[in-house]
């Protein structure tokens, strides 16, 4: 191999330590240096630090002193190549001997990038610890182009330096490096483009590929990328491939990959969700703004339906959603508020209401939305009841006796002893009526309206065919802490509830919504693949007060 760059550090530290310690003072708080410590007469004493250099004769000169701390960094980064490969590898280590030791701590570790100029096949791979004949750990990773190796290389020559000096020149050193990799490579300069980009274009012209001028959006993300295997069964064309991988179809479609910034493939389907595909397909644009669109929202589709046509538009209604969408998708309408709108849409269908989708430009948007907000804010103003097994009210409402106090459970079921509970207590309970999985314990000490109490989530999940519970939180008023006197009437009620969950008569929770004029929903629970308890109903309670 020829050595086409070489960059090396030495750094050095030398700690003086005095020769000499006050035994009665045990620790020296005005200094923090690494310290050796002893014990003497059962006192633990510190070397007490004399002065530092950063000097390399005074490590050579001290090495073996046992009163100075010696320690040397180095790191070298370097070039390579010969007729079959480029290599860029990046050697750090230390060597350092604490006071009052006589044997010296090492470490080595190695970083590298290779190409096969051949091939266009990329490695890259760490050795840490080599110092160390078994206990060494290693990594190679062959091709990942979705990787940005610039940062993790200037990172590896940063954190080696202990000097700022050195540390602020790396970035100069190691742009220098990467180009002459380049060169070497293939002639190029890395210049505007990134690293990792330069690597990629020399790795799809070696293999064949047929790339268009935006390539690198294609590696963008993980989950996107294309194997070698995959572009072989496609005539090595990395359109095609992405299309058939990702099931997309049509002339719009693969006319907008060739030009993309990004490939937002979620939103793509979400606009399918939403809509015929051949309205999509047939608007260049439209995909364009999908592909490039700029982060990527969790607009689940349980909160818009499972399938666009639940909601019941017309063939007209629809594609006005359509026309707001595309205004939406060019920040006309801010994104987020047309989903509300649509989700507006369909709880007032499911709520039996008449409803249309009228809107065609901003203006009539924002009026129909205002219309909807205030149809969905009459219905939402409604109360909640949570239903339990009869018996889980008449044993947990069974008073606690501890020594002369007792304590009355009350287990917390309707909108109204929800927002009471949260009044004295000064907490925020009352937003817990909506959560499947949290029962709420009100245990009040002396009567059954004393304000002297404590407020108790337990949360319940199922593990196999067992229920069981937590206790996320037990708190007295203002979310304070409890004291000691509450551990014995806590401890009771949880026996008390346990054998609740684990009677025969166990039914989880069901919940029933009230609005103001007295139409009314229920949902049951179901327990998810986690074991957490679920509201059947989606809807039930997206909102509550």
Known sequence: MVELFKYNIEQYKTIFMDDKVDLTINEYDD???????????????????????????????????????????????????????????????????????????????????????????????????????????????????????????????RNSLFSDEYA???????????????????????GTKSFTEVLLKYYLDKKGIKYPNNFPVFWSQWERKLNLSDLRKHNNKLIDTFMRKNDLKGNSVKKALHVCKKINIPMLNLGYFLF???????????????????????????????????????????????????????????????????????????????????????????????????????????????????????????????????????????????????????????????NSGSYIVSLRKGSIDSEIRATIEFRIYKIGDKITFTIPQMLGKFNQKLDEDWDTPILLLRTKFSDCINDERFEPVKIKKTFKNKKELTSETYWDEMGSLRWSSVDITSYYD
Not at 305 to 311: K, V
Request: proline residues 3%; glycine residues 4%.
């Open 168 to 190: 602020s020149n790396a970035p100069k050193q190691l742009i220098h490096a990467l180009d002459v990799f380049v060169k070497d490579l293939s002639g190029w300069s890395v």
């Open 31 to 157: 200094f923090d240096v690494p310290v050796w410590e002893s014990r003497k007469k059962g006192r633990l004493v510190k070397f007490k630090v004399k002065r530092e250099s950063d000097s390399h004769d005074d490590y050579i000169n001290n090495y073996g002193n046992p009163l100075c701390y010696v320690r040397k960094n180095y790191i070298t980064l370097v070039v390579e190549s010969n007729s079959d490969k480029v290599s860029l590898k990046i050697f750090e280590g230390s060597r350092l001997r604490v006071a009052g030791r006589s044997y010296f701590i090492i470490d080595k570790s190695m970083e590298f990038i290779t190409m096969i100029k051949k091939t266009g096949d990329l490695y890259y791979g760490t050795l840490k610890h080599y110092q160390k004949k078994k206990k060494f750990t290693k990594t190679l990773s062959k091709n990942n182009f979705v990787f940005n190796y610039s940062p993790k290389l200037l990172q590896t020559l």
């Open 276 to 434: 015929p595909k051949e309205w999509i397909n047939q608007d260049y644009e439209l995909i364009l703004n999908l592909l490039d669109f700029d982060s990527i929202h969790s607009f689940y589709n349980h909160d818009l339906g499972n399938n666009i046509d639940e909601l019941n538009l017309t063939r007209a209604e629809l594609r006005r959603v359509f026309d707001i969408f595309k205004l939406a998708l060019s920040n006309q309408i801010n994104l987020h508020t047309f989903f509300d709108h649509i989700r507006y849409y369909r709880e007032l269908v499911i709520l039996g209401e008449e409803v249309k989708w009228t809107s065609t430009d901003v203006k009539t948007f924002n009026q129909e939305h205002s219309e909807y907000t205030e149809r969905i804010d009459y219905y939402r103003k409604g109360t909640y009841s949570r239903i339990y097994p009869d018996y889980m009210y008449e044993y947990l409402s069974l008073p606690i006796t501890v020594n002369e106090d007792k304590y009355y459970p009350v287990l917390l079921d309707e909108t109204s002893n929800y927002i009471m509970e949260s009044t004295i207590q000064s907490n925020c309970v009352k937003n817990y009526i909506g």
